[in-house]
């Protein structure tokens, strides 16, 4: 696979474990936060997105939680599988900006 | 099926040549992306394009160019201009320019020698 990870922060969890991944963002003004995955070797997957005027939002398997007082921004992924095993890039966007700025990603591993 | 296709998967040049690497969709979306990924550095923006014929420089232009003669194409050309040109590239595409979902190609690997 792509070695775009190299020297990423990883985070191992048992598999059937929930796996909760960080983010700290820096623009206040941004209006949209939104979470991508990349497998091994692909293009990065869009997971979700949640707008500036909400804390959380919930999908399948997936919740993100954002803490405009302190720029956070989190992905929680319930009963983790082997195939949740990827690359995690969090980005923003601001509604009047044409361009979504992205993290340098999480690495997450499942262990068996 | 409707995606975003970049080819080839990988792509070995000498230095001093330039390349093309190609980038086509059929998801009839208007705004087109290329981005440049580095190990430990995440995504980086090289170009974009809102609309056919035209296009606006990313983060890292220098060393690149591209062209947009066709809604479903956005090439993108690494120039002998570019210092530091091995790296792992991605083309996207979102519905408008406004879209932040983009919707990712399975990149192309670039080594250059």
């Known amino acids: 696979g792509e070695s775009v990870g190299l020297h990423l922060p990883t985070l191992s969890v048992q598999e059937g474990d929930n796996s909760i991944i960080n983010c700290a963002y820096s623009?206040?003004?941004?209006?949209?936060f939104i979470w991508y995955k990349q497998e091994s070797g692909k293009g990065p997957q869009f997971i979700i997105d949640?707008?500036?005027?909400?804390d959380k939002r919930q999908g399948q398997r997936v919740t993100v939680l954002l803490n405009k007082t302190v720029k956070h921004l989190s992905l929680q992924i319930a009963a983790t599988q082997p195939g949740d095993s990827a690359v995690y890039f969090c980005?923003?966007?601001?509604?009047?900006?044409?361009?979504?700025?992205f993290g340098k990603g999480t690495r997450l591993h499942i262990l068996p | 099926d409707g995606g975003i296709t970049q080819s080839p998967k990988y792509l070995f040049r000498k230095e001093g040549q330039n390349v093309t690497l190609s980038c086509e969709q059929n998801l009839n979306h208007d705004a087109m992306y290329w981005y440049r990924q580095d190990p430990g550095q995440g995504l980086r923006l090289i170009y974009y394009?809102?609309?056919?014929?035209?296009?606006q420089k990313g983060d890292i232009a220098e060393g690149y160019s591209v062209s947009r003669e066709k809604k479903e194409s956005f090439p993108l050309t690494v120039t002998s201009a570019q210092k530091n040109p091995t790296a792992f590239y991605l083309c996207?595409?979102?519905?408008?320019?406004?879209?932040?979902?983009?919707?990712f190609g399975p990149g192309t690997r670039l080594t250059v020698t």
């Open positions: 949640i707008r500036s005027n909400m």
């Open positions: 394009s809102q609309i056919v014929n035209d296009f």
């Open positions: 980005a923003e966007n601001m509604s009047r900006d044409d361009k979504i700025i």
């Open positions: 996207a595409s979102s519905i408008s320019r406004t879209s932040y979902e983009q919707y």
């Open positions: 623009n206040s003004a941004s209006d949209y």
